[in-house]
Nanobody
Framework: QVHFVESGGGLVQPGGSLRLSCAVSGGTLDHYTIGWFRQAPGKEREWVSCIRGSTKSETYADSVKGRFTISRDDVKNTVYLQMNSLNPEDTAVYYC??????????????????WGQGTQVTVSS
């Protein structure tokens, strides 16, 4: 069973930055694809980014490409999401998840059986 401890959320002004952390236990990062998803109030869950276990290849949703960067530290077994140039549309609860999505299908939430508890990100002046 994979477990997560997410942290790093908070309130930030538009244009600001935050770094989310997802500390993973019960599995090693080279074995899982780790995805970041978000859900804003009244909206469906949205895929943000993912990093593959074996290749460390990164993919991003168009809405965050060029602003967000996913990375991982295999020693700390932690995945990060660096978020820059934040805008109010980025306000959401952000979740990390672990699974084995087929290549090209990392955006599918159904491919991830393990989910974190979420961390709130609020972008507001």
């Amino acid at each position: 069973q994979v477990h997560f401890v997410e942290s790093g959320g908070g309130l930030v002004q538009p244009g600001g930055s935050l770094r989310l952390s997802c500390a993973v236990s019960g599995g090693t990062l080279d074995h899982y694809t780790i995805g970041w998803f978000r859900q804003a109030p009244g909206k469906e869950r949205e895929w943000v980014s993912c990093i593959r276990g074996s290749t460390k290849s990164e993919t991003y949703a168009d809405s965050v490409k060029g602003r967000f960067t996913i990375s991982r530290d295999d020693v700390k077994n932690t995945v990060y999401l660096q978020m820059n140039s934040l805008n109010p549309e980025d306000t959401a609860v952000y979740y990390c998840a672990a699974g084995h999505p087929d290549y090209g299908l990392g955006y599918k939430g159904s491919a991830y059986p393990y989910w974190g508890q979420g961390t709130q990100v609020t972008v507001s002046s």
